[in-house]
T-cell receptor, first 113, second 115 residues
Framework: AQTVTQSQPEMSVQEAETVTLSCTYD???????LFWYKQPPSRQMILVIR??????QNATENRFSVNFQKAAKSFSLKISDSQLGDAAMYFC??????????FGKGTLLTVNP | DVKVTQSSRYLVKRTGEKVFLECVQD?????MFWYRQDPGLGLRLIYF???????EKGDIPEGYSVSREKKERFSLILESASTNQTSMYLC??????????????FGPGTRLTVT
């Protein structure tokens, strides 16, 4: 079984600043993927970034990067130069060998102008 | 681009009604999923299908059933809607290109209210 924990129900950041969203997970899988999804208000859920557990190098997508600490089972998302369009609910998820994803409860990010 | 569509964005039904939520994907994905999303609870898997006519229960299947007669379409059925099924329902799909590449593509969601 897999569990994903997001300990911050809400976060806020000033425009142009950096914010880090936390996620911890637990899995019995030896090989797995980790994901961050973004759900803007009243809009579709989209993938932000993904990390293969067997890769030590942290994934980066433009202003979004992760800090993957495998031993600590931690997978945090860093958003640099925050923009108003980054305001959304962010979900951390883990996926294993059965195609299913386990999601955290989400972190609501507010970006203040 | 992968497109996952859901038949309704908003739906209001009465207690006891039979409700059908439809989901269609256009990328020939093998896997399709139904989730419900509630504040403070995140996404919870209701049912999962990995092939036509194949289905597997998720974490909260009680009160729901599914149908997958064609590869591109996955329907969620509430046999007798109840007020505690008021929620946002999300459909997703994913390919079976790589066993561990479990990235899913989501539809826009259906907000169902049962009165």
């Amino acid at each position: 079984a897999q569990t994903v924990t997001q300990s911050q129900p809400e976060m806020s950041v000033q425009e142009a600043e950096t914010v880090t969203l936390s996620c911890t997970y637990d899995t019995s899988e030896s090989d797995y993927y980790l994901f961050w999804y973004k759900q803007p208000p009243s809009r579709q859920m989209i993938l932000v970034i993904r990390q293969e557990a067997y890769k030590q190098q942290n994934a980066t997508e433009n202003r979004f990067s992760v800090n993957f600490q495998k031993a600590a089972k931690s997978f945090s998302l860093k958003i640099s130069d925050s923009q108003l369009g980054d305001a959304a609910m962010y979900f951390c998820a883990s996926g294993g060998s059965n195609y299913k994803l386990t999601f955290g409860k989400g972190t609501l990010l507010t970006v203040n102008p | 681009d992968v497109k996952v569509t859901q038949s309704s964005r908003y739906l209001v039904k009465r207690t006891g009604e039979k409700v059908f939520l439809e989901c269609v994907q256009d990328m020939d994905h093998e896997n399709m999923f139904w989730y419900r999303q509630d504040p403070g609870l995140g996404l919870r898997l209701i049912y999962f299908s990995y092939d036509v006519k194949m289905k597997e229960k998720g974490d909260i299947p009680e009160g729901y059933s599914v149908s997958r007669e064609k590869k591109e379409r996955f329907s969620l059925i509430l046999e007798s809607a109840s007020t505690n099924q008021t929620s946002m329902y999300l459909c997703a799909s994913s390919p079976t290109t790589s066993r561990f590449n479990s990235e899913q593509y989501f539809g826009p969601g259906t907000r169902l209210t049962v009165t």
